[in-house]
T-cell receptor
């Protein structure tokens, strides 16, 4: 199956730093979603993006749907220890119906050093 | 809040056993999914279902089957468990949000060990 290119694979940052991660594809997407997975838990939906150029925030998190519809980024500002986890991007591939399975990136593992 | 529950958080089974993993969602979602997650491989789709008694193969269906007899319940079956099926199994369901786009929600996962 198709996968998204998510980078970086892992990050080690100091508490208080800002974080940026992104996903790219050669295909066009109708929707981008960002998830966070805590150790031993299922992924939790953080932000959903519905149209090209959309910029959405959720607390310290900001995500954008790229204008070309082939990429998305997630920023975390002023990181804290509880931001530790794996962040996944996922997309709904155009032109398929909205209920077809999402395509997932392989995740960015974030570690925060206090 | 959307709630997706999985029958077990941890499971240990022997090679050759038949294993049932149960998933229940309480929001009347039409679509349900089973994934496995392994280090370095990300999430891989095993099977999904658009409605009761419907099922579709995902990317890695070999060695698995599914059952959806009721809308809220989607079961993953390992007919004869093998050690290479040791993994984290994640169930998900999806529905169209108020903006008409399908948002997918995950259960807490079942960590299965086959010895």
């Amino acid at each position: 199956g198709q996968q998204l290119n998510q980078s970086p694979q892992s990050m080690f940052i100091q508490e208080g730093e800002d974080v940026s991660m992104n996903c790219t594809s050669s295909s066009i997407f109708n929707t981008w979603l960002w998830y966070k997975q805590d150790p031993g838990e299922g992924p939790v939906l953080l932000i959903a993006l519905y149209k090209a150029g959309e910029l959405t925030s959720n607390g310290r998190l900001t995500a954008q749907f790229g204008i070309t519809r082939k990429d998305s980024f997630l920023n975390i500002s002023a990181s804290i220890p509880s931001d530790v986890g794996i962040y996944f991007c996922a997309g709904q591939l155009a032109p398929y119906p909205g209920n077809t399975p999402l395509v997932f990136g392989k995740g960015t593992r974030l570690s925060v050093i206090a | 809040d959307v709630k997706v529950t999985q029958s077990s958080r941890y499971l240990v089974k022997r090679t050759g056993e038949k294993v049932f993993l149960e998933c229940v969602q309480d929001m009347d979602h039409e679509n349900m999914f089973w994934y496995r997650q392994d280090p370095g491989l990300g999430l891989r789709l095993i099977y999904f279902s658009y409605d009761v008694k419907m099922k579709e193969k995902g990317d890695i269906p070999e060695g698995y089957s599914v059952s959806r007899e009721k809308k809220e319940r989607f079961s993953l079956i390992l007919e004869s468990a093998s050690t290479n099926q040791t993994s984290m199994y994640l169930c998900a369901s999806s529905f169209p949000s108020s903006r008409g786009i399908y948002e997918q929600y995950f259960g807490p996962g079942t960590r299965l060990t086959v010895t």
